[in-house]
C-alpha cells in the first residue's frame, strides 16, 4: 500500500476536515400538542405526525408502565450463596 512522502502540514489537514462538523438536530413543534419533536418523527407525547394520529400514546405509556415493572433491581438481588 502507498504511503505519503512527505508529511502534510497542519493547514493542509485543516482544509480537508472543514466539511466534517456537527450539526444540531432539527426540533419543531408537534401541530396537534405543541410539543418538542425531531423533524419528520412521531410526536412522543400524542402519537400525532404531519396533523394524523398514527399511533395510539396511551398504548405506548401502558407499554413503558410495564417494561419499568419488570425491570430488575439489581441492588435487590441478595448475593450470598446458600451452602
Known sequence: MPN???RHSNTRRDKRRTHYKATAP?????????????WHRVCGA???YRKRQ???ASIRLER??????N???VNSIDNTVDE
Open 71 to 73: 425491570e430488575v433491581d
Open 64 to 69: 413503558k408502565r410495564r417494561n419499568q415493572d
Open 26 to 38: 432539527t426540533v419543531v413543534n408537534c401541530s396537534n400538542c405543541g410539543a418538542s419533536v425531531l
Open 4 to 6: 505519503p512522502k512527505r
Open 54 to 56: 398514527v399511533t395510539d
Open 46 to 48: 400524542c402519537g400525532f
